[in-house]
């Protein structure tokens, strides 16, 4: 892992609070008493340890008369560790991610070969040259829907919809909602449309 930024640095900018204390004369004392703060954390500052309070860092700036020196400082400082700490967070994450992957891949290689299945049509241009009930009734049992939905989705009556199904007398849909009825399967999501074809396969038991 990288070594944490930033520790030389603070170091050097503790000697400089340090240095520009000592040129007023003041002892680690008074300035603490100047800046509101203990002599202790003052203390730390000054050998780098960590002091990362900005508003310490300006009113001692401004008690030494160091001309925004030393908050320059602070601030090149806190973003290198802010850097740092995103970088960090970034290569865990990515670290994770490839994790993930590598679990992936190891449980799809582990798992045993599923059953082959029928060959499912390539559903992605499905269309129909003339809508009669048959079609029209796959399509709504394909779709999951009761006559009432399905003629709610085309826009017709409910008993428009039951007269194209009607297995004795069926009314051929006129040719809007034959338009209504091409729209609705090309529409329709590639299992529907594989589920329409399956059941136009099945010998119909409504003729």
């Known amino acids: 892992m990288a070594a944490w930024p930033g520790v030389e640095q603070r170091k050097d900018f503790g000697r400089q609070l340090a240095g520009w204390r000592a ?11 100047r800046t509101c703060y203990s002599r202790s954390p003052l203390a730390n500052a000054e ?3 960590d002091m990362s309070i900005r508003g310490f860092w300006r009113d001692a700036d401004d008690m030494v008369g160091a001309n925004s020196a030393l908050l320059a400082a602070f601030d090149q400082v806190t973003a290198l560790v802010r850097d740092f700490q995103e970088q960090q967070a970034s290569a865990r994450d990515r670290e994770r991610r490839q994790r993930a992957g590598r679990l992936i891949a190891a449980t799809v290689q582990t798992q045993p070969s599923a059953p082959a299945e029928p060959k499912r049509c390539q559903c992605e241009a499905v269309v129909v040259g003339r809508w009669t009930g048959r079609e029209v009734r796959a399509l709504r049992e394909a779709l999951r829907m009761t006559v009432h939905d399905f003629a709610q989705r085309l826009g017709a009556s409910d008993a428009a919809v039951s007269g194209w199904e009607h297995r004795r007398t069926p009314t051929p ?11 609705t399967l090309a529409l329709a999501d590639t299992d529907t449309k594989a589920r329409f074809l399956l059941i136009l396969n099945i010998p119909d038991q409504h003729a």
Do not use: E, S, V
Request: charged content about 15%.
């Open 47 to 49: 050998i780098g340890r």
């Open 173 to 183: 849909p006129k040719m809007a909602a034959q338009a209504a009825l091409d729209q």
């Open 23 to 33: 040129a007023t004369g003041m002892t680690q004392a008074q300035l603490a008493k």
